[in-house]
Nanobody, 120 residues
């Protein structure tokens, strides 16, 4: 089992920045790829960013590329999402998730989410 707890959400004006954190406990953190997802009201949950176990490779949704940066500190069992140049359309509940480093694995551990609200 992996337990994930997000923090760092809040209310920010358009153009501002926030940094989300996700603290993991349980199994070996470096054995998991980590991702951030978000869900806006009345919308499906969508992928935001992913970072592999070593931190050397990252992936981003087109909507956040160039504005968001995902990183991880395996010594602290924590993954981060630095969000810059925030837009009102970034408003959502943000979730972190963990995926075992196994071919074909899916995200099967999720945090409770943290609200991000961007005002115009």
């Amino acid at each position: 089992q992996v337990q994930l707890v997000e923090s760092g959400g809040g209310l920010v004006q358009a153009g501002g920045s926030l940094r989300l954190s996700c603290a993991a406990s349980g199994r070996t953190f470096s054995g998991y790829a980590m991702g951030w997802f978000r869900q806006a009201p009345e919308k499906e949950r969508e992928f935001v960013a992913e970072i592999i176990w070593s931190g050397l490779i990252t992936y981003y949704a087109d909507s956040v590329k160039g504005r968001f940066t995902i990183s991880r500190d395996n010594a602290k069992n924590t993954v981060y999402l630095q969000m810059n140049s925030l837009k009102p359309e970034d408003t959502a509940v943000y979730y972190c998730a963990a995926k075992p480093v196994v071919a074909g694995a899916r995200y099967n551990y999720w945090g409770q989410g943290t609200q991000v609200t961007v005002s115009s």
